[in-house]
């Protein structure tokens, strides 16, 4: 180590490849691969009750969320995204339950609020790891909080699905 090798910055981490999204309108793409299940089915009570909105959950395979459709970010937090996609659906991606109380340990926001993103790129990194840790579940929740706005808010069956595919069709 030299003298001045002291006063170098870390590398910065390297961000994640985006991944190949079926966005179009009327749909919402999986933000993370996984096994999708219905929101009935988790444990987190304002998710499950579709207080917030319709969607899918996905328990996830990988550290990484993708965004699930192309628009305009409404909302970063660590934790979450919201998106207001081209077409007009207002999705949230939520990366695990009870995970605002971690305060970001672990998990780490990509993008900024007012950006724009394209379906696949990626939204958030995230600990599976520390999240077990903090004595939580990673459980990525898709929810699409305008759901009124929709005739139907249809989410696919339970079962694996890939980061990208669609998990959610919207009809007027």
């Avoid at 939520?94 to 724009?116: F, K």
Wanted: aromatic content about 6%; glycine content about 10%.
């Amino acid at each position: 180590m030299g003298l001045f090798d002291f006063f170098k910055k870390a590398a910065e981490p390297a961000k994640p490849e985006p991944v190949s999204a079926s966005w179009a309108a009327g749909v919402v793409c999986a933000p993370v691969s996984g096994k999708a299940v219905q929101l009935s089915e988790t444990s987190d009570p304002v998710f499950s009750s579709e207080a917030m909105g319709k969607g899918i959950a996905i328990e996830p395979s990988g550290e990484v969320a993708y965004a699930p459709v192309s628009g305009t970010v409404s909302a970063s937090m660590a934790h979450a995204v919201g998106i207001t996609a081209d077409d007009g659906a207002e999705v949230l991606v939520h990366v695990g339950i009870d995970t605002v109380e971690m305060s970001g340990n672990g998990l780490t926001c990509l993008v900024s609020q007012d950006a724009r993103v394209e379906a696949g790129q990626p939204i958030v990194s995230f600990s599976k790891s520390k999240i077990a840790a903090a004595g939580k579940k990673d459980t990525v929740f898709t929810i699409v909080t305008n759901s009124d706005d929709y005739a139907e808010v249809a989410p696919v069956a339970d079962g694996p699905v890939d980061a990208g595919s669609v998990v959610v069709r919207l009809t007027k």
